[in-house]
């Protein structure tokens, strides 16, 4: 399968825990995104890796919140101190990069985080 | 964050039958994307348009780019059962050394009756 994956699919945790998601991209995608998602609404931006360097981040993304992408492949998307509002589906997508006009977004499976 | 207004919200409809759902923004894109996703599953691209005026199909899907830029039709024809789950719009605005985030519509739930 050479698609966007996702690690792990559903994660439990209780208030308070720190948790780490990690999303690995098609093989060669500069590009990566990370996204949140609740219940019944669409996925919103949280933020963006050129290769290694993270370029943007949305305001949803609180001092809590913290990604990485060291050596421009795989990324990891860390919530310390989780709270019960950090509960919701979290997507990753990644593009090839190479086309400031044509860059389409695919995405991955998700995580879906429930914080107790 | 911001949100684009979809619309139905939800829709029951009988096999066979045609569907369409649109998308408004009260801001304009340059890209409008079709996205479909399963409980549980991340979203998949079905269609994307680069240019106002487009009108492109994939297999029983047609979708268009509005003129204004700020809003976006997805047309399905003869539903089948497979086509349930949730539809989104996302619009993008594309610009050399920027993010080419998504922000997405807020959904067409689906569901199609035998």
């Known amino acids: 399968d050479t698609g966007v994956s996702q690690d792990p699919r559903h994660k439990i945790t209780k208030r308070g825990q720190n948790v780490t998601f990690r999303c690995d991209p098609i093989?060669?995608?500069?590009?990566l995104y990370w996204y949140r998602q609740t219940l019944g609404q669409g996925p919103e931006f949280l933020t963006y890796?050129?290769?290694?360097?993270?370029?943007?981040k949305s305001r949803l993304l609180s001092d809590r919140f913290s990604a990485e992408r060291p050596k421009g492949s795989f990324s990891t998307l860390e919530i310390q101190r989780t709270e019960q509002g950090d509960s919701a589906m979290y997507l990753c997508?990644?593009?090839?990069?190479?086309?400031?006009?044509?860059?389409?977004?695919?995405f991955g499976p998700g995580t879906r985080l429930l914080v107790l | 964050g911001q949100q684009l207004n979809q619309s139905p919200q939800s829709m029951f409809i009988q096999e066979g039958e045609d569907v369409s759902m649109n998308c408004t923004s009260s801001?304009?894109?340059?890209?409008w994307l079709w996205y479909k996703q399963d409980p549980g599953e991340g979203p998949v691209l079905l269609i994307a348009?680069?240019?106002?005026?487009e009108l492109t199909s994939n297999g029983r899907l047609t979708a268009q780019f509005g003129i204004t830029r700020k809003d976006s039709f997805l047309n399905i024809s003869a539903s089948i059962p497979s086509d349930v789950g949730i539809y989104f719009c996302?619009?993008?605005?594309?610009?050399?050394?920027?993010?080419?985030?998504?922000?997405f519509g807020t959904g067409t739930r689906l569901q199609v009756t035998l």
């Open positions: 890796f050129q290769n290694e360097a993270q370029l943007e």
């Open positions: 093989s060669e995608h500069n590009r």
């Open positions: 348009l680069y240019k106002a005026g």
């Open positions: 996302a619009g993008q605005l594309r610009e050399t050394g920027t993010a080419s985030k998504l922000t």
């Open positions: 801001s304009i894109f340059n890209t």
């Open positions: 997508a990644s593009s090839p990069g190479q086309s400031p006009l044509y860059e389409t977004q695919y």
